[in-house]
């Protein structure tokens, strides 16, 4: 593995290469661009499992933290912004493309939850990605317009990010908020048992997963410009590459389960796949549309 930093107009971006064995430089390696989740960083799924997994299956894998978060550059830190997060991808393939040992006619990219649905736009938008592969996938738009699945949730989180911006503006601290519970317990206290919270605090907050990368801290205001965005937009016109979706068995409050679908049934793409992961519960799930809604304090 390598550590490398690259730009994003001015913001520098903190990334992992991770190689074939046998690597050589005078060789010529198909790469693959690996995103996060949202709130994760390039030490957790993106890199040190599908990384590590794709580099022993012969890939050079490229794998970042975005940016204003983990290690990357940009401030204010904690934003959550889908134009900057889709950028980073198409500056990763600039920075890809200038390295002798990566076949440029050979670069994809993968994504997981939120990052899938960012892999998703990165390519539709971008045709040096040649394939592309979401890992329960999850449009980060469609979620913050639903929020709490209440009626009218996109138009009170709108208001509520206007308020703030309004504080902010007139010296108020900035509303750091995190995007899940900070434990286990905390998350039993909330009663929080839809598989996706149960999996993402099991992950996150536990030392199987846990990274000083992935502190659970979003800039609240940041996410206003995720309301009028699609992870999806256009892909009937402009998603042609090959495109393979890897969802799990049990829906859960993310919404990656329908949003495959939807990604399988909108695509341009003529080859695409559609694989379920058969997720054998150890644990009663709830399995409602969304958790409850909540700003967990950090």
């Known amino acids: 593995m390598k550590s490398i930093r690259y730009q994003n107009n001015g913001i520098e971006i903190a990334a992992n290469l991770h190689f074939p064995e046998g690597f050589s430089e005078d060789g010529k ?14 030490e957790q799924t993106s890199g040190a499992i599908y990384g590590k997994a794709l580099a022993r299956a ?3 894998n490229l794998a970042f933290d975005a940016s204003t978060q983990g290690a990357s550059g940009g401030e204010p830190r904690f934003l959550e912004n889908p134009a900057t997060r889709v950028e980073d991808f198409r500056c990763a393939v600039d920075y890809l493309v200038t390295l002798p040992y ?7 990219v993968l994504g997981v939850c939120g990052g899938g649905g960012y892999a998703v ?3 539709a938008t971008d045709h040096r990605f040649k394939a592309v ?14 929020g709490d699945m209440t009626p009218d949730a996109a138009i009170k989180t709108l208001e509520a990010i206007g308020k703030q911006r309004t504080a902010e503006a007139r010296g108020a601290e ?4 995190g995007y899940i519970p900070n434990s286990e317990a905390e998350r039993e206290q909330a009663g929080l048992n839809d598989i996706d919270i149960v999996e993402v605090v099991e992950y996150y907050t536990t030392p199987r997963g846990q990274q ?13 410009a995720a309301m009028n965005w699609d992870a999806f937009a256009f892909v009937e016109t402009l998603l042609i590459q090959p495109l393979h979706i890897v969802i799990g068995s049990i829906p859960g409050g993310f919404g990656s389960y329908r949003d495959g ?7 341009r793409s003529e080859q695409k796949s559609l694989q379920i992961v058969r997720v054998r519960a150890t644990t009663t799930y709830t399995t409602s549309p969304r958790p409850p809604a909540r700003r967990w304090s950090n």
Do not use: Q, W
Request: glycine content about 10%; some cysteine.
């Open 29 to 42: 390696y198909a790469a693959i661009v690996c995103a996060h989740p949202i709130s994760s960083c390039k």
């Open 58 to 60: 012969g890939f050079i």
């Open 102 to 108: 990566v076949d440029k006619g050979k670069i994809g």
């Open 121 to 123: 736009s990165a390519a």
């Open 133 to 146: 592969s979401t890992i329960v996938g999850a449009n980060y738009g469609r979620l913050m317009r639903e």
């Open 174 to 177: 900035p509303l750091i908020v």
């Open 212 to 224: 000083p990368g992935s502190p659970n801290k979003l800039r609240f205001v940041s996410t206003g």
């Open 261 to 267: 679908f939807e990604l399988y049934r909108r695509a």
